[in-house]
């Protein structure tokens, strides 16, 4: 299947007018950011009263080795060597779509910023995800996210501006970097899980829509060649594979871990996006970013 001929012609939102879709699209946002700041009230000892007790990692368990990867071989005097390794996929899909918005896309093309961010916080997560694999502990896991959120940053800018405006999309661009940074190192200080929860599964279920929207190309045909419904297939496999990661390890006599797997699915998220580059130097979103251009 190819993403390159994708285009967003369709409305903004199904059925509505552009003033309506932002109105819905802006008040679907506050929401998210709503829940956000409230989780940053949620006391995590009354997560432990319900059964839910997360250290600062993240996780619910931690292995004799002390970390919550099952997978602690080592060789060549690389620690936990498959999770570390595993993370290399990242650096070349990132710096490959780096690359791709840098060859085609026009420096004046308003869908170049928010896609380029998306690609760096991509190589800015290899960065810290292989050194959090390499020495595990809470302080690292604080690295590691804080690339996962310039990533979720430029996904949902990206996202934001096909589906409602561009200054929306700096915005919230802008928005997510500072609340992720936030979440990331709240663990690590207070105990907090929650605000990463949110601004994670929020974020998610908000491409999602978006895909969700993709799908309907005109009143008369569905279409499902969209790289945003890929990108949330590959982020739901993701994190099944992480939340499989002994199960897994098991199933295969103790080969490869979920985990191991987890990286490999998350560096094929952004594939689909990269593919969707044209080669014609626009980029598949930019009728949408034009038609949004305020």
Request: net charge neutral; proline share 5%.
């Amino acid at each position: 299947m190819s993403f390159s001929t994708f285009s967003t012609t369709a409305t903004v939102w199904p059925g509505a007018s552009d003033d309506a879709a932002v109105g819905v699209g802006t008040q679907v946002l506050l929401l998210w950011a709503l829940l956000w700041c409230l989780s940053l009230f949620i006391d995590p000892q009354w997560l432990a009263s319900l059964g839910l007790s997360l250290n600062a990692h993240g996780h619910t368990h931690l292995h004799a080795h002390g970390h919550p990867f099952v997978d602690a071989r080592s060789w060549g005097g690389i620690p936990n060597t498959l999770d570390v390794l595993s993370n290399l996929p990242m650096l070349g899909v990132g710096l490959w779509g780096v690359g791709r918005i840098h060859l085609t896309v026009p420096r004046t093309s308003l869908a170049r910023r928010p896609a380029m961010l998306a690609f760096v916080g991509l190589v800015l997560t290899w960065a810290g995800s292989t050194v959090y694999h390499w020495y595990p502990a809470p302080a690292t896991l604080v690295l590691d996210r804080l690339g996962m959120a310039v990533t979720f940053a430029g996904v949902l800018g990206w996202a934001v501006a096909e589906r409602l405006q561009v200054v929306w999309a700096f915005r919230l661009a802008w928005c997510v970097m500072v609340a992720g940074s936030v979440s990331a190192a709240l663990p690590l200080w207070g105990g907090q899980v929650m605000p990463w929860a949110v601004l994670q599964f929020g974020g998610l279920a908000l491409v999602l829509a978006h895909a969700a929207l993709t799908l309907r190309e005109r009143a008369d045909r569905w279409s499902f060649n969209s790289p945003w419904l890929a990108l949330v297939g590959f982020y739901v496999l993701a994190k099944w594979l992480e939340l499989q990661d002994e199960q897994i390890f098991i199933w295969t006599h103790l080969q490869i871990a979920g985990h191991t797997l987890k990286h490999l699915a998350a560096a094929c998220a952004l594939l689909p996006l990269a593919l969707s580059i044209t080669d014609c130097g626009k980029m598949p979103s930019q009728q949408a970013f034009d038609r949004n251009a305020i």
